[in-house]
């Protein structure tokens, strides 16, 4: 079974922050590069940010970078997005992907992507 779960999504106030976790059911996540993708209101899914499989690299959005933290814990089977600074336009339902490779976030929903999650769903209000 290829399956992924995002959990760790709610609702937060502006600047507020929130742990995203992305857990496998039937693979273990250090063979892939995982990616956190986000699909807000009536917009295209977009890349977030990317982990490599060795975990040495990552990537992040534009929109993103300096807010944003992916980190892979081997041990626990897991990728984790910290995201802090939360922002309004960051309101939308995070997926994260199994993926070949990280490539950049503009081009990663070209690559191969193995299996999804079904999304968690962050509001950022106040």
């Known amino acids: 079974q290829l399956q992924l779960v995002e959990s760790g999504g709610g609702l937060v106030q502006p600047g507020g922050s929130l742990r995203l976790s992305c857990a496998p059911s039937?693979?273990?996540?250090?063979?892939?590069?995982i990616g956190w993708f986000r699909q807000a209101p009536g917009k295209e899914r977009e890349g977030v940010s990317c982990?490599?499989?060795?975990?040495?690299?990552?990537n992040y959005a534009d929109s993103v970078k300096g807010r944003f933290t992916i980190s892979r814990d081997i041990a626990k089977n897991a990728v984790y997005l910290q995201m802090n600074s939360l922002r309004p336009e960051d309101t939308a339902v995070y997926y994260c992907?199994?993926?070949?490779?990280?490539?950049?976030?503009?081009?990663?929903?070209?690559?191969?992507?193995?299996?999804w999650g079904k999304g968690t769903l962050v509001t950022v209000s106040s």
């Open positions: 982990i490599g499989s060795s975990s040495n690299y990552t």
């Open positions: 992907a199994a993926m070949s490779s990280c490539g950049t976030t503009a081009t990663a929903l070209k690559s191969n992507i193995y299996s």
């Open positions: 039937g693979f273990r996540l250090d063979y892939f590069a």
